[in-house]
């Protein structure tokens, strides 16, 4: 599967105004959420090639939205990268253990980031 949408999940606008800018460079198309309600009505709308999600964020946060995500049978085959600022292996572990299929830390490396989703392609 080549990946070409993802939905990029995150409560700062600041954070998803530079990551929508890093990837839209990179040829993708993005479209973004700033919470879980608004992630799963986007999902529900079209679903992406990959999901970008931020961890910590009000009401569900991102580990209790990528378990959503990924036991959901119409989304559970959209890789969901962890992309947080939350970076203790422990943290990394529960992500994975939630069904994240990587995991970033921010600050972001756009190099990095590419790459990551260019092994799912």
Not at 88 to 96: H, I, L, N, R
Not at 107 to 117: C, N, Q, R, S, W
């Amino acid at each position: 599967m080549t990946i070409q949408k993802i939905l990029v999940v995150d409560d700062s606008k600041t954070e998803l105004h530079h990551l929508s800018e890093i990837l839209g460079k990179r040829g993708y198309a993005v479209r973004t959420a700033e919470n879980a309600d608004e992630a799963l009505r986007r999902m529900g709308e079209e679903t992406p090639d990959l999901v970008l999600m931020d961890v910590v964020m009000p009401g569900q946060n991102g580990f209790q939205l990528t378990r959503a995500i990924t036991r959901d049978p119409r989304f559970s085959k959209v890789p969901v990268i962890m992309c947080t600022s939350k970076n203790q292996e422990t943290d990394k572990v529960w992500g994975m253990r939630q069904g994240a299929r990587d995991y970033i830390v921010k600050p972001v490396d756009g190099d990095e980031l590419a790459a990551k989703i260019r092994a799912f392609d």
